[in-house]
């Protein structure tokens, strides 16, 4: 799987709207870009995933730039809940298995 | 009812032990994995299985072996534990678009 770049950490304030970034600049054709979150003392859980247009779940929203080498996943408004570590990770489309591999992630921090 | 459950959540053992961590999946999925999480929160995959068959092998000490009785299971077997093997195990099964993993059990090896 090509590489993802995320930034350590980022914070928000409650009900405010999130951008978590992501670059992927070698990513290729075949890839899809997912995102997953890891509350703390959790398993990882998906969020969202998408392979050029924007995507929208009851989750998050995607936007995917483009041409395709960075996408911004956005919270509309954060809650406290949403404190967790956000991974941008691309998984090859194929008829092969799914295997998500996880970099370091975005750490995002709410503050009430 | 949970798609992922693994058990036990947490193991505290000594060095020298052998220990198992159970995991069941009800989601019909082909494909499941075990990973690892240190101290340092990286979250490093060890096996994946598809259909009961080994895909995937990291660098993983031979002392890991998981075993694969049916789909719906996967469990991992520790020999000889050492000190560093303490962390959090997640196992995970998946589809075609999506992961969806256990809660963790915390083995702590003193």
């Known amino acids: 799987d090509a590489k993802t770049t995320q930034p350590n950490s980022m914070e928000s304030n409650e009900e405010e709207p999130v951008h978590l970034p992501c670059n992927h600049s070698?990513?290729?054709?075949?890839?899809?870009i997912h995102w997953y979150r890891q509350l703390p003392s959790q398993g990882p859980e998906y969020v969202i995933h998408g392979l050029t247009s924007n995507v929208n779940n009851r989750m998050a929203s995607l936007a995917i730039a483009e041409d395709r080498k960075s996408s911004t996943l956005i919270l509309h408004r954060a809650t406290l809940r949403d404190a967790a570590v956000y991974y941008c990770i691309l998984i090859f489309a194929s008829g092969g298995s799914y295997i998500p591999t996880f970099g370091r992630g975005t750490s995002l921090i709410v503050h009430p | 009812d949970t798609a992922v459950s693994q058990t036990p959540k947490y193991l505290v053992t000594q060095m020298g032990n052998d220990k198992s961590i159970k995991c069941e999946q009800n989601?019909?999925?082909?494909?499941m994995y075990w990973y690892k999480q240190d101290s340092k929160k990286f979250l490093k995959i060890m096996f994946s299985?598809?259909?009961?068959?080994?895909?995937i092998n990291e660098t993983v000490p031979n002392r890991f072996s998981p075993k694969s009785p049916d789909k719906a299971h996967l469990n991992l077997h520790i020999n000889s534990l050492e000190l560093g093997d303490s962390a959090v195990y997640f196992c995970a099964s998946s589809g075609s678009t999506e992961a969806f993993f256990g809660q963790g059990t915390r083995l702590t090896v003193v």
């Open positions: 299985y598809n259909n009961k068959e080994l895909i």
């Open positions: 989601l019909g999925h082909d494909t």
């Open positions: 070698t990513i290729s054709g075949t890839d899809y």
